[in-house]
């Protein structure tokens, strides 16, 4: 059973703490994705990773870094948390070839409370 | 700018009845379009893959349209179910990987 899984279900953290969001895929897949999802908002695209090393912002980058030294692994990195960086945060994974042609595995996602 | 649109954020239906959920979308040609389910405190799951040279799919009681012309993508569920209530999300490659509509939330009444 192919799996995308993230190392925290829920997450609680304080203004200003840096975070670490880890996810982990099992399928060899080139592709990797985080995603935040906020209501009346819907998925939004934070980063992007089509190889090991590489990485490319989306469209809400700011506040954000992210992270892939291996194949498997991408982490989103919030380098000092706010308040209005509490979501829910989902991790994906896709095998290389044309953005939209393959479909997208997700995790169970993280749900992040920042006080 | 590009805009994914899906019309309802919530729909009703009766079980044994057809879902008809609306993906709309302005500014973008895309060569794919996807669906996803989404469950309450879960990642959406992959449903379905429709190619713009497509214009139908089918999968078991699931069958979504893509009309390129209209920009518009349908997604039907038949026979609905109560456990086919969740979230359904419409996703299409823009200027980044994978941009998802909003979502629709379909209940499905006994």
């Not at chain 1, 819907?42 to 506040?63: A, Q």
């Amino acid at each position: 059973d192919v799996k995308v899984t993230q190392s925290s279900r829920y997450l609680v953290k304080r203004t200003g703490e840096k975070v670490f969001l880890e996810c982990v895929q099992d399928m060899d897949h080139e592709n990797m994705f985080w995603y935040r999802q906020d209501p009346g908002l819907g998925l939004r695209l934070i980063y992007f990773s089509y190889d090991v090393k590489m990485k490319e912002k989306g469209d809400i980058p700011e506040g954000y870094s992210v992270s892939r030294e291996k194949k498997e692994r991408f982490s989103l990195i919030l380098e000092s948390a706010s308040t209005n960086q509490t979501s829910m945060y989902l991790c994906a994974s896709s095998p290389h070839g044309t953005s939209g042609n393959t479909e997208a595995f997700f995790g169970q996602g993280t749900r992040l409370t920042v006080v | 700018s590009q805009k994914i649109e899906q019309n309802s954020e919530a729909l009703n239906i009766q079980e044994g009845k057809t879902a008809t959920l609306t993906c709309n979308y302005t500014n973008y040609s895309p060569a794919y379009l996807q669906w996803y389910r989404q469950d309450p405190g879960r990642g959406p799951v992959f449903l379905l893959l429709i190619r713009e040279n497509e214009k139908e799919k089918r999968k078991e009681r699931l069958k979504v349209t893509f009309d390129t012309t209209l920009k518009q993508s349908l997604f039907h569920i038949t026979a609905s179910q109560p456990a086919d209530s969740a979230t359904y999300l419409c996703a299409l490659e823009g200027n980044t990987p994978l941009v998802f509509g909003k979502g629709t939330r379909l209940s499905v009444i006994a």
